[in-house]
């Protein structure tokens, strides 16, 4: 694999996870009815759509939606992916990575931190990785 | 705290369903998407979950079939299953599998589907691997 395949994959990727914004200038605040259309109607649209309206509903979550500013790489987003490597491969091999192209590639999700933040199971080690995750320009 | 869509959603899977469950949900994002077909399979018994861990199978994948028993679990055949490459499954195989009409009995079919979806969910909820008792899909008899 070459420098710059890896490079673009990593970047796909990496918009799976949590998102470290440095800046918020140019963000813009998104309505769930707008996310739906930017995440669009395929199986993990679907599932994305109906799981926040369930949560929103029964006010078991308190979410909100943003556009992030600029495209999806721009420099000030520190992106974090520590899921499953196994999916990680299935990905690659299919270069297709749901939810991540386009308009969907620059939504957040903003939850609330979880009660207990040292406890926070998925992924596993997230804080322990986040704090010892280097800022890296370009990423 | 900011997440991506696909970040929360695969947490939001894991803890409502269980991570295998999370994980074979993304895989299967990457696949071809039969959520369609499996809600008209299921009909009023569909729950989005249903996706994540039952495998709708085209009725067109499916050869040679030949009865081989009525049971009281219902009438079962032999079939050929031209399971095409995926990520899900690998390189593209024929595989010998039996079939099952889900037997309906004295029940209506909706009662029917609903005994058999529950039966499916707990197996996969309580047992993790849906292999444990070699359950591939479903597929509807057009």
């Known amino acids: 694999m070459s420098d710059k395949s890896k490079h673009e994959f990593l970047c796909q990727a990496l918009t799976f996870g949590h998102l470290k914004v440095v800046s918020m200038v140019g963000t813009q605040p998104l309505s769930l009815e707008e996310l739906e259309l930017a995440v669009g109607d395929q199986q993990a649209g679907r599932w994305l759509c109906q799981l926040l309206r369930a949560r929103i509903e029964t006010h078991s979550e308190r979410l909100s939606f943003l556009r992030l500013a600029g495209n999806s790489y721009d420099h000030r987003l520190h992106r974090l992916f520590f899921s499953e490597e196994k999916l990680f491969q299935y990905y690659w091999d299919a270069q297709n990575f749901p939810l991540s192209q386009g308009n969907a590639a620059r939504i957040a999700i903003v939850t609330a931190l979880p009660d207990r933040l040292l406890e926070l199971a998925e992924p596993p080690r997230f804080w322990d990785k986040l704090a010892i995750t280097p800022f890296v320009e370009g990423f | 705290m900011l997440q991506s869509p696909l970040g929360w959603l695969f947490r939001t899977v894991s803890a409502e369903l269980n991570k295998d469950a999370g994980c074979q949900f993304l895989v299967r994002c990457a696949g071809e998407d039969y959520g369609p077909n499996l809600q008209d399979a299921l009909g009023d018994e569909y729950r989005l979950e249903h996706e994540a861990f039952l495998n709708f199978i085209p009725h067109d994948q499916l050869s040679s079939p030949k009865f081989l028993d009525n049971g009281g679990n219902g009438d079962v055949w032999s079939a050929l299953w031209n399971r095409p490459e995926s990520l899900e499954w690998g390189p593209a195989k024929i595989l010998p599998v039996a079939l ?10 909706q009662m029917a589907l609903k005994k058999f979806v529950h039966e499916v969910h707990y197996g996969h909820t309580c047992l993790t691997l849906l292999d444990a008792i070699g359950l591939f899909g479903i597929e509807r008899h057009p």
Do not use: A, N, V, Y
């Open chain 2, 100 to 109: 099952k009409k889900i037997p309906q009995g004295d029940l209506s079919r």
